[in-house]
Nanobody, 122 residues
Framework: QVQLVESGGGSVQAGGSLRLSCTAS??????MGWFRQAPGKEREGVAS????????HEADSVKGRFAISRDNAKNTLYLQMDSLKPEDTAMYYC?????????????????WGQGTQVTVSS
């Protein structure tokens, strides 16, 4: 059974950085990803990573600013967020899937955490 618990969210000024973590028990063989949802908007994919960590995908909106990584020995997924913008404000969710789905197909990802809030002020 896969269980996901996010942490690391908070409030930061534009241009600042945050690192999100997701403790992921039972998910070392799973593709993992970060998704976000702002109030009144649809959930969107941010970044994904293969089970071994060798392949990553990032949304165009975060390329060059966000980096996804994982440490399977620690059962932890990370999202390093730099140069944050007010439009990055959202609830951020960690997710896992046994079979790979693109970031745009978030509805097919089977396991989700409860989310952690990120707020970026201008």
């Amino acid at each position: 059974q896969v269980q996901l618990v996010e942490s690391g969210g908070g409030s930061v000024q534009a241009g600042g950085s945050l690192r999100l973590s997701c403790t992921a028990s039972g998910a070392t063989a799973y593709y993992m990803g970060w998704f976000r949802q702002a109030p009144g908007k649809e959930r969107e994919g941010v970044a994904s990573i293969s089970p071994g960590g060798s392949t990553t995908h990032e949304a165009d909106s975060v390329k060059g600013r966000f980096a996804i990584s994982r440490d399977n020995a620690k059962n932890t997924l990370y999202l390093q967020m730099d140069s944050l913008k007010p439009e990055d404000t959202a609830m951020y969710y960690c997710a896992a899937t046994r079979i790979y789905w693109p970031l745009t197909s978030w509805i097919n990802w089977g396991y989700w955490g409860q989310g952690t809030q990120v707020t970026v002020s201008s």
